[in-house]
């Protein structure tokens, strides 16, 4: 039988890229935001969720918060005018923080103190379910016998995610015992499903505060970050070394091992960001 003409496959996923216009109003809202506030704090994300930045931004409406490409954020921070000496000051510890942009990291802009700002996000954290990738915190076993949260309708389901799960009288049920998940084992797709489903959650949506900038004290940093040493990452960080004195040694902020690798000492999870930091450039 010939083909229909009329049967053609159209991606739903198609969607027109952010122009030039969409980046300079980006740049344009730093430039305003850097005046206007006192403080800008770097920030990086564990776990990335939309849902929970969304409620961050909702908590911190007072501030101003960017997650997007950091190249766009660097211009914004860039000064033109070095005239008087307190400026050329400021403009130098704005390059401090702007060589700290490595990586998937935000700006948040507030007139609210460092202090206030590092208890309040080191206070701050939200329990999500782990996605695919994440190392589990803790081994998941089920028993044989019945599972008499899940409805009749999901067994099918079930039964394609490895479980080894029947029906028996309208009950799901499974016919032996099954372990979900290994302690420091990486998760695949379907065991992160599985755990969603039995309501258990493993990671942890965090915000972490390195390093701010602030009008009255310039540049500090708060907490080194630990950043995985791509090849992108390495021109960055080659620049940075390039723009020290060969006399000064470089403080290093990137703990890396012996195979070029970052050193995990606290088993950062890696970070999911869904579209936020390729096409999430404006702020609420």
Same mark, same amino acid.
Request: aromatic share 6%; net charge negative; with cysteine.
């Given at each position: 039988?010939?083909?229909?003409?009329?049967?053609?496959k159209i991606?739903?996923?198609k969607?027109?890229?952010?122009?030039?216009?969409?980046?300079q109003q980006?740049?344009?809202e730093?430039?305003k935001?850097?005046?206007?506030?006192q403080?800008?704090?770097?920030?990086?994300?564990h776990?990335?969720?939309?849902?929970?930045?969304?409620?961050?931004?909702?908590?911190?409406?007072?501030?101003?918060?960017?997650?997007?490409?950091?190249r766009?954020?660097?211009?914004g921070?860039?000064?033109?005018?070095?005239?008087?000496?307190?400026?050329?000051n400021?403009?130098?510890?704005?390059?401090?923080?702007q060589?700290?942009?490595?990586?998937?990291?935000g700006?948040?802009?507030?007139?609210?103190?460092?202090?206030y700002?590092?208890?309040?996000?080191k206070?701050?954290?939200a329990q999500?379910?782990?996605r695919?990738?994440?190392?589990?915190?803790?081994?998941?076993?089920?028993?044989?016998?019945?599972?008499?949260?899940?409805?009749?309708?999901?067994?099918p389901?079930?039964?394609s995610?490895?479980m080894p799960?029947?029906?028996?009288?309208?009950?799901v049920?499974?016919?032996?015992?099954?372990?979900v998940?290994?302690?420091?084992?990486?998760?695949?797709?379907?065991q992160?499903? #599985?755990? +969603?489903?039995?309501? $258990?959650?493993? @990671?942890k949506? =965090?915000i !972490?505060? *390195?390093?701010?900038?602030? &009008?009255?004290?310039?540049?500090?940093? #708060?907490? +080194?970050?630990h950043? $995985?040493?791509? @090849?992108?990452t =390495?021109? !960055?960080? *080659?620049?940075?070394?390039? &723009?020290?004195?060969?006399?000064?040694?470089?403080e290093?902020?990137?703990?890396?091992?012996?195979?070029?690798?970052?050193?995990?000492?606290?088993?950062?999870?890696?970070?999911?960001?869904?579209?936020?930091?390729e096409?999430?450039?404006?702020?609420d």
């Amino acid at each position: 039988m010939p083909k229909s003409r009329r049967d053609k496959k159209i991606s739903l996923t198609k969607t027109d890229r952010k122009g030039l216009s969409s980046k300079q109003q980006i740049i344009e809202e730093i430039q305003k935001c850097k005046d206007e506030y006192q403080n800008i704090f770097l920030f990086t994300v564990h776990n990335m969720r939309n849902s929970k930045l969304k409620e961050i931004r909702t908590e911190w409406k007072h501030s101003r918060l960017f997650f997007g490409k950091n190249r766009v954020m660097r211009l914004g921070l860039k000064s033109v005018d070095v005239d008087e000496s307190e400026e050329g000051n400021q403009n130098d510890d704005l390059e401090k923080l702007q060589t700290e942009m490595i990586g998937q990291c935000g700006l948040l802009f507030t007139n609210k103190s460092k202090d206030y700002v590092v208890d309040w996000f080191k206070n701050y954290s939200a329990q999500e379910y782990a996605r695919s990738g994440f190392k589990a915190t803790k081994t998941v076993s089920l028993p044989a016998g019945p599972l008499e949260e899940f409805s009749h309708a999901i067994e099918p389901h079930l039964r394609s995610l490895g479980m080894p799960t029947k029906l028996e009288r309208g009950i799901v049920t499974l016919y032996s015992d099954f372990t979900v998940c290994e302690r420091n084992k990486v998760l695949t797709p379907e065991q992160a499903r #599985i755990l +969603k489903l039995l309501g $258990k959650p493993m @990671a942890k949506f =965090k915000i !972490v505060i *390195n390093s701010c900038f602030t &009008k009255e004290n310039g540049f500090e940093t #708060i907490q +080194k970050r630990h950043i $995985k040493v791509t @090849a992108k990452t =390495k021109k !960055v960080l *080659n620049k940075k070394k390039n &723009k020290q004195s060969d006399d000064e040694p470089m403080e290093e902020d990137v703990d890396i091992d012996e195979e070029g690798e970052e050193s995990d000492s606290d088993e950062l999870q890696e970070m999911d960001l869904d579209d936020d930091n390729e096409s999430e450039d404006e702020d609420d």
